[in-house]
């Protein structure tokens, strides 16, 4: 499986990552390895991204992407620990579902909606596969910092579609291409990968490891396309408040204010 180490950076969001293995893409090993690395410890090593904040320096309070989502049923690719659930469901959603792969992050989700008086509806599977969601019945889907772990892009999005009523949402985010491929070192940015290499990779984090590609922006854009979606709006800017309000002598923070960290996509089903 294992072909040549090559360096990568910025794994998930801010965090920066010295080698990684590149490795033949074989769905079900990458399956099993990122469901253990959620299932241990992939709030401790990587944390947790969830509504109102899609990723570093974007947020939903200013984007006001989803709007009033008073009697909306909800789904979310890549639930996590609930968070997002709760954050739209104290808003007024009628309905609320998650997905997730790992099934201690779903037992997480669960508990946490209980102790804030709401409840969903959870399926544990990985998201490209067919796994019981209703067609044609949710008003949003939406993913935050989740997408990019599917094996299948033109599936997942294929499905998603498929679950959404006609004219429903789906809004997305993920750690922006460009951030994927350059680092910070001394006081300059410097590429460190090339932007078009979508291989799959593995590396080490914490005590476990994660496999997964960096896709180019264009490949999420057509993909969306090909699933019958129109994008409605697209979010590269780092939110200036926000970067205000962070240690803005960090290299991350120098880095937001150059190049697009995180990416948000609203989308509507044709």
């Known amino acids: 499986m294992v072909k040549n180490s090559a360096y990568r ?75 997002s659930l709760q954050y739209l469901g104290e808003r007024g959603a009628s309905e609320l579902w998650g997905t997730d792969i790992s099934e201690r992050q779903i037992e997480k989700a669960a508990q946490h909606l209980a102790a ?19 067609v044609d019945y949710f008003d949003f889907v939406y993913s935050v910092y989740a997408i990019g772990w599917t094996t299948d892009l033109e599936g997942t999005f ?16 993920w750690s922006h291409p460009i951030h994927k491929c350059v680092a910070a070192e001394n006081d300059m940015l410097a590429f460190k990968k090339c ?31 090909k699933a019958g979606f129109v994008i ?3 979010v ?6 926000l970067l205000q309000s962070h240690d803005e002598s960090s290299d991350f923070a120098k880095k937001a204010k150059m190049l697009p960290v995180t990416f948000v996509i609203k989308a509507k089903k044709r």
């Open 236 to 241: 590269e800017e780092s939110d200036e408040d």
């Open 232 to 234: 409605e709006e697209m």
């Open 9 to 83: 950076t910025n794994i998930i969001g801010a965090g920066e990552v010295g080698s990684a293995v590149t490795v033949e893409m074989d769905k079900n090993s990458i399956h099993k390895t990122n469901s253990i690395f959620w299932d241990t410890q992939g709030n401790d090593v990587i944390g947790a991204t969830a509504l109102p904040f899609y990723g570093a320096f974007v947020s939903e309070e200013k984007l006001q992407l989803f709007g009033d989502v008073s009697g909306k049923t909800m789904l979310e690719i890549g639930c996590g620990s609930g968070h």
């Open 158 to 173: 294929s499905r998603i579609a498929s679950y959404l009523k006609k004219d429903g949402v789906f809004i997305f985010s």
């Open 195 to 225: 932007y078009f290499d979508e291989s799959w990779y593995s590396v080490a984090l914490g005590e476990g490891e994660i496999t997964l590609s960096d896709r180019k922006l264009s490949t999420y854009v057509n993909a969306l396309s």
């Open 116 to 134: 804030s008086g709401l409840s969903a509806k959870f399926i544990c599977s990985p998201m490209e596969e067919e796994c019981g969601i209703p």
